[in-house]
Structure formats: C-alpha cells, structure tokens
C-alpha cells in the first residue's frame, strides 16, 4: 500500500504502526519520527513559517479573506506517487490543507485513491482516529493496542492528581494577536489535573483581548504557539511586551509561566498528546508527577 499523510499527526500515527515504509509522501512539516523527513513533500505554506507571529496572522487573514488557500499541494508529485490511500484533515485550514485543496490535485487522477479524513476534537476522537487509520491500513490489531496504551497513560496520570489542588492555568496557542488554545488542549489540562480558565473543550480556538486575560486569576501560564517549539515559545514570549495589567496575575507575580513544545505535545492530534498531559501534570505538580519527557520540552520564564 503506498500512502500520503497531508498532516503531521497521521505522520505519526502511521509510524507509530509500523506502516513507515508504506508512507511515500508527506507534508512540509513531517518532522517525527526523523526518518519521515525524508519523505518527498506535498505540501507547501504560502505563507512564512519563520515570520513574527503578528506576520503570520496578518499573512492568513489576508489570505483567507481573499478565499484563498494557505497551502499549496503538488498535483504533479501527488499524481506521480500514485498513492491507494490519502489521510487528509477538515478540522482547521490554517494546519494543513484544505479538503479544497486536495479535490483539486485529484481532479487528474484516473483512479481515484482512497480519502480517509480526519476530524478530531478531543483525546477520544485522537485515539479512534489511530483506529480508523488502523481499520483504513490493515493494522486494526496493533492501532487498538496502541490507542488502549495511550488511553490507559492518561488515565493513570488523572489517578495520580485525583486529589491535588488544581492551579487555574491559562493557555497562549497564539501571543500577537492573542489566542486561546483549544480542541483537546483543555480537556488535557483538566486530566493533568489543573483548571483551564479560558479555554473550550472541544471547541476552537479563539481570540481573547489582554484585558479579557487579565481578570482570569490564572496561577499558570502555558505559552504554547501552534506548530512552535519550546526555545522559540520562549523566545516570541521574551519579545512581547505584557500589558501591566497583568501584573496582578498570580502566573506572573509568582513566576509560573512556561513554554512549552507544542509543535510535539499539544499542536498535533497525535500519539504525543499523551506524553503532553504529563507535561502538564509535571508543571502543575512537579511534587507529584516527575519529568517524562526530555528537559527541553519545556523553558520556565
């Protein structure tokens, strides 16, 4: 079977399988496992990855108002590859390509491949996504066993916090302008046993004012840019002059604010969002839960 991932978490998932060698493209930002880097790209950003972060804000609004697309796909490589199956996202046009997008690249098939698309907007939609790729692959056995792993890693972490306090955290997935995280973000920060104040489960993410952030009493503040690192979460932080009404913040008078690695823990819809939950649960109760991923997950700021 030759397969196309045109999202970094189905990357993921499919190496997490097994199914490595069976993934003959994959998009610009397929970066885990290493090896998945090496796979030809399908996909480019029309717009600059590298910019500041007010940029790349500036750069998709103005591209979406014109109702074009923020990603380019490679017909012709697409084309080439002839792929049997092809695992796509409708859950935010601003990650990945658009269903759009692909429909126009498959138009000069003659045999069309197999669309599988994914939607998910919580840790239990992320998990029965690694079983529908598994259903869609061939691989239902070991999708099944890897989707109760993860489950089962979460679960003992919410066992773990059951009867810790529970710091109101606050998480940034964007700081120019400001956004609240998301989707399966809140629901993570809950089982790693803290309190969202502003965010959603379940729903998107969303803009939130400074002063609207201001009156949260957040205890914690999680600096997690979309797609971004935890040394380059640091750095746009460093650069941002915060309002002085955040002063009153305990985050901020107590010296609890983190960046953390989105683009592994908490961006991707993937196997790593569990490795994300114990992150949390590690800077909410360092006391209780230690360290389960590398140092360099997380920079205090």
Same mark, same amino acid.
């Given at each position: ?70 990603? #380019? ?156 690192? #935890? ?71």
């Amino acid at each position: 079977m030759h397969i196309c991932s045109l999202l970094p978490s189905a990357t993921e998932i499919l190496f997490a399988l097994g199914l490595g060698d069976s993934v003959v493209g994959v998009t610009h930002e397929c970066d885990f496992p290493p090896e998945a880097a090496t796979k030809p790209p399908l996909i480019r950003p029309r717009v600059d990855p590298q910019a500041l972060p007010a940029v790349i804000d500036r750069q998709v609004t103005e591209l979406v108002s014109r109702g074009e697309s923020i990603y #380019s796909v490679d017909a012709e490589l697409l084309a080439s590859l002839a792929p049997d199956l092809i695992i796509t996202q409708d859950l935010c046009h601003v990650c990945a390509a658009s269903p759009d997008d692909l429909a126009t690249a498959l138009a000069r098939f003659s045999k069309r491949p197999k669309i599988l698309s994914l939607t998910p907007h919580s840790l239990a939609e992320v998990w029965d996504d690694i079983r529908k790729i598994g259903e869609a692959t061939g691989r239902r056995r070991d999708a099944q066993g890897l989707a109760i792993t993860l489950e089962q890693r979460v679960a003992a972490i919410e066992v773990r916090v059951a009867n810790a306090p529970r710091p109101r955290a606050l998480c940034l997935e964007w700081m120019d302008p400001f956004y609240i995280a998301g989707h399966w973000v809140p629901e993570m920060v809950v089982k790693a046993g803290g309190e969202d104040v502003l965010g959603r489960a379940g729903e998107s993410s969303f803009r939130a004012t400074a002063e609207q952030i201001a009156e949260t009493a957040a205890e914690i503040i999680l600096v997690m840019p979309c797609g971004y690192s #935890s040394r380059r979460a640091a750095g746009e932080f460093s650069f941002k002059d915060l309002p002085s009404s955040w002063d009153k913040l305990p985050a901020i008078r107590d010296r609890r604010v983190f960046a953390v690695d989105a683009n592994s823990y908490f961006s991707r819809p993937g196997p790593r969002l569990s490795d994300g939950v114990g992150l949390l649960a590690h800077l909410f109760h360092p006391q209780i839960v230690p360290l389960n991923v590398s140092s360099e997950a997380f920079q205090k700021l």
